[in-house]
């Protein structure tokens, strides 16, 4: 019975564009973006992100992807702004201390700290660190609790 479930379940995933559960995460690939209401541009905007933000796949219809966010708000992206072909976290604390490596050892980073809402792009980790890099091509280190990763 179980085993026929999620049968059904990778089914309605694979069938709805969707890959294995590495693709159930997408990073904004572009400088800026704007989340909507619904999927397309005649929706209201709900959110204007940056490079590197984040997001949780919900479901995908045509060219948009449903998605959730750092604070569990759902909102809908245009494909082309966004990738699953790296991996993503945004600070989720009020800010976050940066390091120049993968603990409170190190010294902090000189463009530290990282206010909430803050994206980067995964570079590596070293539990329970990740090694981040910004925008602007700026790296640091990062403790797992201060941000959320998808």
Known sequence: MIAN?????????????LSAPSCWALCVQADKAYLRYG?????QKTWEVYKFMPFQILK????????????????WIYQGLVTSSFKCAVVKAEKANLRTGPGLKYAKAPWGPAQKYYAFKIIDSKDPWYHI???AGGKAWVHSSLIWIQ
């Open 39 to 43: 999927p397309s541009t005649k929706h």
């Open 133 to 135: 890099q910004d925008a």
């Open 60 to 75: 995908k219809q045509k060219d948009w992807y449903r998605v959730k966010d750092v604070d569990s708000d759902i909102h």
């Open 5 to 17: 479930y999620l049968k059904l379940i990778l089914f309605g995933i694979i069938t709805s564009g």
